[in-house]
């Protein structure tokens, strides 16, 4: 569902960013900048990083968050005990999680 979104998302806004060049006076594509290249670059590139920005983070955040929650739930339904338990140890992993990510981020952009 979320792949889905996603690629309309891209297809539209290239679409939509495609239409806005051809609607350009000759002139605009005399410039360096508004060369063929790099048009064709920045509609490859840029509706790709509009995709990763928007979809994919918030339907990762919506998809990791209820699945916890309906497993908590799940827990409490089969051994409330051992979700108790295992709730104590919650604030570690998310911490664990949280750094995980600040690292990979952080030796990424190396």
């Known amino acids: 569902m979320d792949l889905l979104y996603e690629s309309s998302l891209t297809k539209r806004l290239r ?3 495609f239409r806005a060049i051809l609607r350009q006076e000759i002139a605009y594509f005399d410039q360096e900048k508004h060369s063929t290249g790099a048009l064709c670059t920045r509609l490859a590139t840029e509706a790709s990083a509009v995709q990763n920005a928007s979809g994919v983070r918030f339907g990762l955040i919506f998809q990791h968050f209820f699945g916890m929650v309906v497993g908590i739930l799940l827990g409490f339904v089969y051994s409330w005990q051992l979700t108790l338990l295992v709730l104590v140890f919650l604030p ?4 664990g999680g949280i ?3 600040r690292l990979t981020a952080h030796y990424a952009s190396k």
């Open 92 to 95: 570690f992993i998310l911490f």
């Open 99 to 101: 750094l995980q990510i």
């Open 15 to 17: 679409s939509k960013t």
